[in-house]
């Protein structure tokens, strides 16, 4: 079965620092892979996608992803951190035979000053 | 842009009292999903359309229903809401089955507190 594991349930960054947050997935097909971003009180909201092509996919607000198929990863980068960027992340992988998106438990993500 | 709204962000009902959650995407999306979120668990599906009048039970469908009458709105329901159903609920959509197409946009969710 499909499943997403984010293996930081917390992690805090310094406001410039570097951040990688990471996500494994388990699909036995090409996987299509996802990470939203959830501020406080909000919904979901898209970051960047991957589908196919290019394993190093580039989203909004400086974030990045690489797909890397032999480690079954797709961990979110930013080379610095904003402090407006504290949220909750969440790493998602579309199940495709069952149509379901399935979600990681999230990240929450701390930016000290 | 996609907009997926939920009518209601906060609701307080009492135990065994029927809610109904309401959402409208405007973009003539063939899917819509509902999940709920709880710390620690993530998102979960609760049911998902993919067509007017058409309805699949996700993971946790127990306690639920649903209704698609309009291909643009979708509700949830809660026939006889308790206490463990106290959640924030997030309605989503996307454009297609069609993996290449399939993104899914969400709304800002709907917090509600059952006493």
């Known amino acids: 079965a499909q499943s997403v594991t984010q293996p930081d349930i917390h992690i805090t960054v310094s406001e410039g620092a570097s951040l990688e947050l990471r996500c494994n997935y388990s699909y036995g097909a090409t996987p299509y892979l996802f990470w939203y971003v959830q501020s406080p009180g909000q919904g979901l909201q898209l970051l960047l996608k991957?589908?196919?092509?290019?394993?190093l996919v580039q989203g909004i607000k400086g974030f990045e992803a690489e797909f890397k198929r032999s480690q079954s990863s797709f961990n979110l980068r930013k080379p610095s951190v904003h402090w407006s960027d504290a949220a909750e992340y969440f790493c998602?992988?579309?199940?495709?035979?069952?149509?379901?998106?399935?979600f990681g438990t999230g990240t929450l993500l701390a930016v000290q000053p | 842009d996609v907009k997926v709204t939920q009518s209601s962000r906060y609701l307080v009902k009492r135990t065994g009292e029927k809610v109904f959650l309401e959402c409208v995407q405007d973009?003539?999306?063939?899917?819509m999903f509902w999940y709920r979120q709880d710390p620690g668990l993530g998102l979960r599906l609760i049911y998902f359309?993919?067509?007017?009048?058409?309805?699949e039970k996700g993971d946790i469908p127990e306690g639920y229903s649903v209704s698609r009458e309009k291909k643009e709105r979708f509700s949830l329901i809660l026939e006889s809401a308790s206490t463990n159903q106290t959640s924030m609920y997030l309605c989503?959509?996307?454009?297609?089955?069609?993996?290449?197409?399939?993104?899914?946009?969400f709304g800002e969710g709907s917090w509600l507190t059952v006493v």
């Open positions: 359309s993919y067509d007017v009048k058409m309805k």
């Open positions: 998602a992988v579309f199940g495709g035979a069952t149509n379901k998106l399935i």
């Open positions: 973009m003539d999306h063939e899917n």
């Open positions: 989503a959509s996307s454009l297609s089955l069609d993996r290449s197409r399939n993104t899914i946009y």
């Open positions: 991957y589908f196919s092509g290019d394993t």
